[in-house]
């Protein structure tokens, strides 16, 4: 048993659904007692005597876990030779078109052995856990064969038991179409397609992703991946709208994707489709940023009915930091988010979008005691005081498994 005690402020959503609206309930003066990985129970004023592991938060900020809904966690290489091409306004498509770009990082993973890409993603989760991350999702799709994509997945399978960060796994073997196929996207997304039953097998992934883009796979393309995806129980999100809206949002609302995901370029239509499907728009306002786009049209979501949550997109191309504390300040400056927004959008509504909402994402009584304890009397100052890793304890299934300076 842990109690947390003297919480100054503890802030949370709540319930077990996304919402579009964010009520956050804040509590001063509370406690929180966790037992065998569960919130057993939430208080206010003088916790009672139980004997118990005790933590004095010292009257600081606490909300639950951060969730980061959207990586590409595990891959070789870093593409830092791509700086000068994007100083030049050199296109991100256009890279790619001409064999750079996610396919650079298809050489590099493919080349790496299981044991680097999973001592270096080790060392990114690491820093993570230090930024208040408890729960992250991981996707293949710089493997682009059977072999690499099998052994990025397998990474995620192994390093979900060596930290504490939980992993959700996505399999995303439609990113590029490899050099060896050019000539042939039958054959590709064929070969893509007939993986999904091993991927169920040896329960490698939850989740299919496809990027449904100009130039890289149509709508109808990923409409089949994800259909087929379906088939073998293993759920559908989408990159959908990165650049250019070519209806992969509808039709991943259409199939009933849990998320789409990135939508900078969203349609009207494409934000009615996903609310009349209850699908959770994944925004990355970091990559924006990194690649100088316009940032979606998350208040028109919000308005509109559409649960937002808020991911970092970590990848070695389209955004090089895993700081999901760069992309929630990005959300309040860029989106006009509220904190209270922004805590919904990277707790309940992320771990919706991982299907987890029923046991993460908020603190209350029953679910997983996943919390961080912040350098910050109060939420609005960890927006306030951007730049800066506030994160002071952070908890997962109720150990205390980072402080800062130990
Ligand atoms: O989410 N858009 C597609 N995939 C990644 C970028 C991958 C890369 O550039 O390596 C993204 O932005
Ligand atoms: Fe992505």
């Not at 406690?31 to 004095?56: H, M, Q």
């Not at 001592?119 to 064969?145: N, P, W």
């Not at 060596?162 to 590029?176: F, R």
């Amino acid at each position: 048993m842990l109690l947390i005690e003297n919480i100054g402020v503890l802030a949370t959503p709540q319930g077990t659904l996304a919402t579009a609206e964010s009520t956050v309930v804040t509590l001063k003066n509370a406690y929180v007692l966790c037992d065998n990985g569960k919130i057993v129970e939430i208080g206010t004023g003088k916790a009672p005597e139980f004997s118990c592991d005790r933590l004095d938060a010292n009257g600081c900020l606490v909300t639950p876990g951060l969730i980061d809904a959207h990586t590409h966690l595990v891959f070789g290489g870093w593409r830092e030779h791509e700086l000068s091409l994007k100083r030049q306004d050199v296109p991100y498509l256009e890279i790619l078109a001409q064999g750079g770009g996610i396919l650079s990082t298809v050489k590099k993973t493919r080349s790496a052995s299981l044991e680097e890409l999973s001592e270096k993603a080790l060392g990114i989760l690491q820093e993570m856990l230090c930024l208040g991350v408890t729960t992250c999702e991981a996707k293949s799709g710089y493997g682009l064969d059977v072999d690499t994509e099998l052994k990025q997945l397998r990474v995620t399978q192994e390093l979900n038991e060596l930290q504490p960060i939980e992993l959700v796994s996505t399999y995303l073997g439609a990113h590029a179409l490899p050099r060896e196929y050019k000539d042939d996207r039958e054959g590709y997304l064929a070969l893509m397609e007939a993986l999904l039953p091993r991927i169920k097998e040896e329960n490698l992934a939850e989740f299919c992703d496809v990027f449904c883009e100009t130039g890289v796979f149509s709508a109808d393309e990923a409409e089949r991946i994800l259909r087929a995806a379906q088939k073998h129980d293993l759920q559908a999100k989408m990159h959908a709208d990165e650049i250019d809206p070519i209806g992969g949002t509808e039709r991943a609302a259409g199939l009933g994707a849990v998320s789409v995901e990135h939508l900078i370029a969203a349609t009207d239509a494409g934000i009615e489709a996903m609310k009349n499907s209850g699908t959770v728009a994944v925004l990355l306002p970091a990559t924006s940023f990194y690649l100088d786009k316009p940032y979606a049209r998350a208040r028109d979501m919000l308005q509109a009915g559409v649960p937002v949550a808020v991911a970092s997109d970590f990848n070695p191309g389209s955004c090089p930091s895993f700081n999901l504390q760069l992309a929630m300040n990005l959300a309040c400056w860029k989106y006009r988010f509220t904190a209270e927004e922004t805590l919904n959008a990277v707790t309940k509504n992320a771990a919706a979008a991982l299907l987890r909402a029923d046991r993460l994402g908020t603190l209350e009584v029953g679910k997983q005691a996943d919390l961080v304890l912040w350098d910050a009397n109060n939420l609005d100052y960890i927006f306030y005081r951007f730049g800066q890793n506030l994160t002071k304890t952070v908890i997962k299934n109720g150990k205390i498994v980072y402080m800062k300076g130990l």
